[in-house]
């Protein structure tokens, strides 16, 4: 079983919609989760991360962290053309372990 | 430097040949990892240092590959007969000490193209 899942996407969305990425792990025992976006034939940069059970609010982005369920989620309102990227979840097991990532397209 | 610096950004290089790939990261960055991303898919640990630890070389898919760090700093990845299954992007990144709680930083990667 692999470490981090993803949806395999890819995901499109209309212009302004809200685009739901979520992500999946295995370890019980992780403490930090973080959500990169590559953007085509870039490196990953990192957008958000989060500690604590709950939401966690940075600009349109929304992450969601739900322990029990080793689940994180990443939310991004009102979706921009230039948000047309991949999104890798990343799990810190004292090294960041990575989803295969979710391709996303916003339609103008 | 301001960020991490990978050279080359290309490399083409005949199967069975060695290649050396080189990183540096972020001045003051006492973690370095190198990952591996083949076409379409995500990223795959390789080898990781942390100050003067022992490196965590689990990641390396084979004998064929190995990393050293120098004084800390620069880290350079060699590949050593090289397969066309080694072709991929290889990004280096670096953190301020070995958990990263602010993620990591990566270097815009290194090509490499194996014919």
């Known amino acids: 079983q692999k470490e981090v899942e993803q949806n395999s996407g890819p995901l499109s969305v209309p212009e302004g919609a809200i685009a739901s990425l979520n992500c999946t792990y295995s370890?019980?025992?992780?403490?930090?989760f973080f959500w990169y976006r590559q953007y085509s034939g870039k490196s990953p940069e990192l957008i958000m991360f989060?500690?604590?059970?709950g939401d966690k609010e940075d600009g349109r982005f929304t992450a969601q962290l739900n322990k029990a369920s080793q689940y994180v989620s990443l939310l991004i309102r009102d979706s921009q053309p230039s948000d047309s990227a991949t999104y890798l979840c990343?799990?810190?097991?004292?090294?960041?372990?990575f989803g295969a990532g979710t391709t996303v397209t916003v339609r103008a | 430097g301001a960020g991490v610096s990978q050279s080359p950004s290309n490399k083409v290089t005949e199967k069975g040949k060695d290649v050396e790939l080189r990183c540096d990261p972020i001045?003051?960055?006492?973690?370095l990892y190198w990952y591996r991303q083949s076409l379409g898919q995500g990223l795959e640990f390789l080898i990781y240092?942390?100050?003067?630890?022992?490196?965590?070389k689990s990641g390396l898919p084979s004998d064929r590959f190995s990393a050293e760090r120098t004084g800390g700093s620069v880290s350079t990845l060699t590949i050593q007969r090289t397969q066309q299954e080694d072709s991929a992007v290889y990004l280096c990144?670096?953190?301020?000490?070995?958990?990263?709680?602010?993620?990591?930083?990566f270097g815009s990667g290194t090509r490499l193209t194996v014919v």
């Open positions: 990343a799990v810190d097991d004292y090294k960041l372990s």
């Open positions: 001045s003051g960055h006492t973690a």
């Open positions: 370890d019980r025992g992780s403490q930090s």
């Open positions: 989060i500690y604590s059970n």
């Open positions: 990144a670096s953190s301020w000490e070995d958990a990263p709680n602010y993620g990591y930083t």
């Open positions: 240092f942390q100050g003067n630890s022992a490196p965590d």
